[in-house]
Each structure stands twice: as C-alpha cells, then as structure tokens.
C-alpha cells in the first residue's frame, strides 16, 4: 500500500501561483509514476500532470507553459507549481501513485481556487 498526503492548496487570485506537495510513504517500490489529476463540480477527474521516477513528464494541453511537476526521490515527493492560474483551474486536485501511467494510489485531495 501506499499512503499519499497532499498540502498547498488554498484560494489565489487570477494570475497568481501556487504549489502542490505529495508525500508518498509505505511501498514506495510502487510509485514509478506519480501525478496529479483535478476534478471541477460537476466534471470528470482529468489528469494534469504526470512524472515517471526516471524524469518524463506529460501535461494536460491546458495547463502547459503553466504548471510544472516535479519530483524528489530523496523526500518521496512529488510537487506541483501552478502559475498564471485561471478560474478554469479551479477544482479539486488528487495527488496519484502507481506503476504504470494509470494510477492505483490516490491522494485525499486538496481544494484549489482561483477567484478574485
């Protein structure tokens, strides 16, 4: 099992950052793909960004230019920094863990919204 607890969220102006955390713990051995998808009321959860232990990275056309993922091995961390945020950002973000690109580990999720 792995256990994912995720911090940062909070409320942002349009135009502002913010960035996620993910602390994975447990069976780390499972974590060769680790990302974030978020899901807005009344839509489906969408992937937003994804890294592989070895550093590929894959974006949502959405957020590209805008967001970055990356990862700490040493921590078992996985970090999200949004910029330029929009109110189409807005949304609930679940960090993900798995050994493949679809996960099996899901995070307990953390509030984003942007609003002025």
């Known amino acids: 099992q792995v256990q994912l607890v995720e911090s940062g969220g909070g409320l942002v102006q349009p135009g502002g950052s913010l960035r996620l955390s993910c602390a994975a713990s447990?069976?780390?051995?499972?974590?060769?793909?680790m990302g974030w998808y978020r899901q807005a009321p009344g839509k489906g959860r969408e992937l937003v960004a994804g890294?592989?232990?070895?550093?590929?990275?894959n974006y949502a056309d959405s957020v590209k230019g805008r967001f970055t993922i990356s990862r700490d091995g040493t921590k078992n961390t996985v970090y999200l920094q949004m910029n330029s945020l929009k109110p189409e950002d807005t949304a609930v973000y679940y960090c993900s863990a798995g050994s493949r690109w679809s996960p099996d580990y899901w995070g307990q999720g953390t509030q984003v919204t942007v609003s002025s």
């Open positions: 447990g069976r780390i051995s499972s974590t060769i793909v």
């Open positions: 890294i592989t232990i070895g550093g590929s990275t």
